[in-house]
């Protein structure tokens, strides 16, 4: 969990270097907008995101944990581009060495 809490402080930070550590070299991005595995291609489309800005994450529920210290899930909406808005379910899973293998946003 702590993983998950240092991605998203440093991806709303617009830290690129420090998310890049947070992720297993063939960590996997799936979301509604892009889909990305390995880090080269997810660094691509993460920095290209952080260039046009963040999405506006609200009501946000609690962390649900579906595998003791590896996968993580919460639902939010989220509003896009000014005028898109959805509900999403975010799962992360986590290997055990502390690194982001999967990241997942799906609407629901």
Known sequence: MNSINAF????KAKDLNAT???????????????EASGKS?????????????EPEF???SAW??????????RTMKVKLLLIIR???RQTFT???NGKIKKVCMKKV
């Open 8 to 11: 998203i402080k440093a991806k």
């Open 20 to 34: 890049m550590d947070l992720l297993a070299d063939d960590a996997v991005f799936i979301t509604p907008r892009w």
């Open 41 to 53: 291609d997810i660094k691509k489309k993460i920095k290209a995101q952080m260039a046009e800005g």
């Open 58 to 60: 609200s009501e946000e």
């Open 64 to 73: 649900e944990e579906l595998k003791p210290g590896r996968k993580y899930t």
């Open 86 to 88: 959805m509900k999403v």
């Open 94 to 96: 986590v290997r055990e």
